[in-house]
């Protein structure tokens, strides 16, 4: 089943701590997995993404950990600061043939970054 | 650089209306557009996505129909509107330029059923 699960559902960390969420899937077809952040009213925003032959992504503040013997990833937000409270959406890309090509999102995370 | 418009960004309408909302990009050709929608509790629920001018595959069966009538036109309707409907309205355009997967969303669109 083409489903990705993310956790938590929510999160709170205090300002200057790591944030971390982890998603999992179970479809081996899924070959490309990004990360969205979304603020209130706005539509996601590409944040980060990695493909699997790559263990580890960062950018900035953001690294990304891939495993693909267990099939999980991760955001890790390091130095969490209050403006990245937000909904965070990880997902994976699955080509369905040709031009035709898929995301499916996890359920998101909502983090509170308190000062 | 590519650009995805939506609107309009607010919507208030009565059950049994009819809908449409309007997805535009520019600067790509011959993008994926799609449609999704947010209810409350920020779930994305992939609702059409399409390939080409008039190609359209529809992931979830409801009230809801989407046309492409341009390469880089998108618009999602309805003839009679639920209050299920409500939600934040989605747009999205990928493309594999490069070899990666890349999708991108557009600002939405609020849709109230009253």
């Known amino acids: 089943q083409q489903q990705v699960k993310q956790s938590p559902q929510s999160l709170i960390v205090q300002k200057g701590g790591i944030s971390i969420i982890n998603c999992a899937y179970e479809n081996t077809a899924f070959d490309y997995f990004p990360w969205y952040q979304q603020f209130p009213g706005k539509g996601p925003a590409l944040l980060i993404a990695?493909?699997?032959?790559?263990s580890e992504k960062k950018e900035g503040r953001f690294t990304i950990s891939f495993n693909k013997s267990a099939k999980q990833f991760s955001l890790h937000i390091m130095d969490s600061q209050p403006g990245d409270s937000a909904t965070y959406f990880c997902a994976a890309f699955t080509r369905l043939g040709g031009s035709n090509y898929k995301l499916t999102f996890g359920k998101g995370t909502l983090l509170t970054v308190n000062p | 650089s590519q650009t995805i418009h939506q609107w309009p960004a607010t919507l208030v309408q009565p059950v049994g209306s009819p809908l449409s909302l309007e997805c535009t990009v520019e600067?790509?050709?011959?993008?994926?557009l799609y449609w999704y929608r947010q209810a409350a509790g920020r779930g994305l629920q992939l609702l059409f996505y399409s390939v080409g001018i008039g190609q359209i595959s529809s992931e979830v069966p409801q009230n809801l129909s989407a046309s492409r009538p341009q390469d880089r036109q998108f618009i999602l309707s309805s003839k009679k509107l639920l209050l299920s409907d409500s939600g934040f309205y989605l747009c999205?355009?990928?493309?594999?330029?490069?070899?990666?997967?890349?999708?991108?969303f557009g600002p939405g669109t609020r849709l109230t059923v009253t």
């Open positions: 999205a355009w990928s493309t594999t330029a490069g070899g990666f997967y890349e999708q991108y």
């Open positions: 600067g790509t050709s011959n993008p994926n």
């Open positions: 990695i493909r699997p032959d790559v």
